[in-house]
């Protein structure tokens, strides 16, 4: 089968060549904040992960593609990254729970791609210089390097109101021993699946329901979700938070916890190539332990900006930066990584269990 050449070009003008796999647009390109995961499987759940959002996913791991997709794997209705890159796609998917090859379940959702890639090589400029805007696909270097640049990253912008849900829906028991609201920034199947597990009835409403419209609905808690972009730019989210604390337990993962962070009133700043990927050690300061978690943030909150009362308990050996923050006075406490895992380590799950023991407490 002839191969369509295409390729990618940062921002920076950095060119990298390969070919056209997956959805090809109409404008033969793709453009959006280039970000890279080192995750070694898993590669559907990521894809499929609302918090890629405005981004492009290069797979550090060479061989993608290869036990296929099934829809029991997807982490939302369908992907809202901007595109795929990786050194070498899978031609057939061998697993027996295949459903599909990554390249039609890539056409299918409308997700473009590149195949080709020295992954490598883009993997150390970024970490070098930093994730930036890229445009990759057969449309001329030209093109692609201007589209780049018109692109802006993710800065400033609020992806989380765009990915969320249009209207309120419940999931789990209606006789579960807890009611948890869940706002639904980007929120992953996975983690609503461990809060059912958890002994929840959750009520998901959508990233702009007022504090007050949550405590008119009674729930022992309140959890808040992963999602994509910049926290600062959540300020609905960041208000609504600040109106909720110390009213209901809260729970928060991702960029739910960043805008409890900010509702604290701390501060975030960019990491200069974030965290993705399902191997980043973490100690729980508490008990000493390292846990290997899974992770896929590009901000982070501001260890010195947190004010009395706001405890750190969780921190990153990789870099030192925050992993997690609880505040007992105001009934809450979050951390930066997933402890759903989907894909990634369970080592974590147990802080859906610290939810449930937290709301049980405040009843």
Request: charged share 20%; aromatic share 8%; net charge negative.
């Given at each position: 089968?002839?191969?369509?050449?295409?390729?990618?070009?940062?921002?920076?003008?950095?060119?990298?060549?390969?070919?056209?796999?997956?959805?090809?647009?109409?404008?033969?390109?793709?453009?959006?904040?280039?970000?890279?995961?080192?995750?070694?499987?898993?590669?559907?759940?990521?894809?499929?992960?609302?918090?890629?959002?405005?981004?492009?996913?290069?797979?550090?791991?060479p061989?993608?593609?290869?036990?296929?997709?099934?829809?029991?794997?997807?982490?939302?209705?369908?992907?809202?990254?901007?595109?795929?890159?990786?050194?070498?796609?899978?031609?057939?998917?061998?697993?027996?729970?295949?459903?599909?090859?990554?390249?039609?379940?890539?056409?299918?959702?409308?997700?473009a791609?590149?195949?080709?890639?020295?992954?490598?090589?883009?993997?150390?400029?970024?970490?070098?210089?930093?994730?930036?805007?890229?445009?990759?696909?057969?449309?001329?270097?030209?093109?692609?390097?201007?589209?780049?640049?018109?692109?802006?990253?993710?800065?400033?912008?609020?992806?989380?109101?765009?990915?969320?849900?249009?209207?309120?829906?419940?999931?789990?028991?209606?006789?579960?021993?807890?009611?948890v609201?869940?706002?639904?920034?980007?929120?992953?199947?996975?983690?609503?699946?461990?809060?059912?597990?958890?002994?929840?009835?959750?009520?998901?409403v959508p990233?702009r329901?007022?504090?007050?419209?949550?405590?008119?609905?009674?729930?022992?808690?309140?959890?808040?979700?992963?999602g994509?972009?910049?926290?600062?730019?959540?300020?609905?989210?960041?208000?609504?938070?600040?109106?909720?604390?110390?009213?209901?337990?809260?729970?928060?993962i991702?960029?739910?916890?960043?805008?409890?962070?900010?509702?604290?009133?701390?501060?975030?700043?960019?990491?200069?190539?974030?965290?993705?990927?399902?191997?980043?050690?973490?100690?729980?300061?508490?008990t000493?332990?390292?846990?290997?978690t899974?992770?896929?943030?590009?901000?982070?909150?501001?260890?010195?900006?947190?004010?009395?009362?706001?405890?750190?308990?969780?921190?990153?050996?990789?870099?030192?930066?925050?992993?997690?923050?609880?505040?007992?006075?105001?009934?809450?406490?979050?951390?930066?990584?997933?402890?759903?895992?989907?894909?990634?380590?369970?080592?974590?799950?147990?802080?859906?269990?610290?939810?449930t023991?937290?709301?049980?407490?405040?009843?």
């Amino acid at each position: 089968m002839r191969r369509t050449e295409a390729a990618l070009v940062l921002a920076d003008g950095e060119l990298f060549e390969g070919w056209a796999v997956g959805h090809q647009t109409p404008q033969g390109l793709a453009a959006g904040e280039v970000v890279f995961n080192t995750a070694l499987s898993g590669y559907q759940e990521i894809i499929s992960d609302p918090s890629y959002a405005g981004q492009i996913i290069a797979f550090t791991y060479p061989h993608i593609g290869n036990y296929g997709c099934n829809p029991d794997d997807d982490e939302s209705r369908h992907p809202h990254c901007r595109g795929v890159v990786v050194r070498d796609l899978a031609r057939r998917a061998s697993n027996w729970r295949a459903k599909d090859d990554l390249d039609s379940f890539l056409r299918r959702h409308g997700v473009a791609a590149i195949a080709g890639i020295d992954t490598r090589r883009l993997t150390r400029h970024i970490r070098d210089a930093g994730a930036m805007p890229g445009a990759f696909g057969s449309a001329t270097e030209s093109e692609l390097l201007a589209a780049a640049r018109a692109d802006g990253g993710t800065d400033g912008k609020d992806l989380a109101s765009l990915v969320s849900t249009p209207e309120p829906y419940t999931l789990g028991r209606a006789d579960a021993p807890f009611y948890v609201v869940a706002y639904d920034f980007g929120i992953k199947i996975s983690i609503t699946r461990q809060l059912v597990d958890a002994g929840c009835q959750v009520e998901v409403v959508p990233a702009r329901t007022s504090a007050a419209e949550v405590l008119a609905r009674e729930p022992d808690g309140v959890f808040l979700s992963n999602g994509p972009a910049d926290p600062a730019a959540c300020t609905d989210a960041i208000e609504a938070v600040g109106d909720l604390l110390g009213e209901v337990p809260l729970f928060g993962i991702c960029l739910g916890h960043q805008i409890m962070g900010l509702a604290l009133g701390g501060k975030r700043f960019k990491l200069r190539f974030g965290h993705h990927g399902g191997n980043h050690p973490v100690r729980n300061l508490a008990t000493g332990r390292v846990e290997i978690t899974s992770q896929n943030h590009n901000y982070a909150v501001d260890a010195g900006s947190l004010p009395a009362g706001s405890v750190v308990t969780h921190v990153n050996l990789n870099d030192g930066d925050v992993e997690g923050v609880r505040n007992a006075d105001r009934l809450c406490f979050g951390v930066q990584y997933h402890p759903e895992a989907g894909p990634g380590p369970h080592d974590a799950r147990y802080l859906f269990s610290e939810f449930t023991e937290l709301m049980r407490a405040s009843a």
